[in-house]
């Protein structure tokens, strides 16, 4: 059974900084590309940041400059390094992948369970 396990969200005031992790674990053969999420209160799941399986990111306009996606494939762990936080950014960040289990076998998409980022002063 893969999991997508996140953490690191919390309560920061704005200019903060917050890192968020997200690990996954069980059988994998190998992981695609890493997607964090957001969604906050009344608006839609929106597209935050991707990281490809060799490195390469891309940012939502509303994060770039800010907001760092990075990975390591050694341990199936992506990060999201946000700094000089916002307001607006207060949403439940969510994290998103697929995952193939074993050569020669389907690949699945996952989920992780989301966490809380609030941005108050």
């Known amino acids: 059974q893969v999991q997508l396990v996140e953490s690191g969200g919390g309560l920061v005031q704005p200019g903060g900084s917050l890192r968020l992790s997200c690990a996954a674990s069980?059988?994998?053969?190998?992981?695609?590309?890493m997607r964090w999420y957001r969604q906050a209160p009344g608006k839609e799941r929106e597209l935050v940041a991707v990281?490809?399986?060799?490195?390469?990111?891309d940012y939502a306009d509303s994060v770039k400059g800010r907001f760092t996606i990075s990975r390591d494939n050694a341990k199936n762990t992506v990060y999201l390094q946000m700094n000089s936080l916002k307001l607006e950014d207060t949403a439940v960040y969510y994290c998103?992948?697929?995952?193939?289990?074993?050569?020669?076998?389907?690949?699945?998409?996952?989920w992780g369970q989301g966490t809380q980022v609030t941005v108050s002063p």
């Open positions: 998103y992948t697929k995952i193939t289990q074993a050569r020669d076998t389907p690949t699945a998409a996952y």
């Open positions: 069980g059988r994998i053969f190998s992981v695609n590309a």
């Open positions: 990281i490809s399986s060799s490195g390469d990111t």
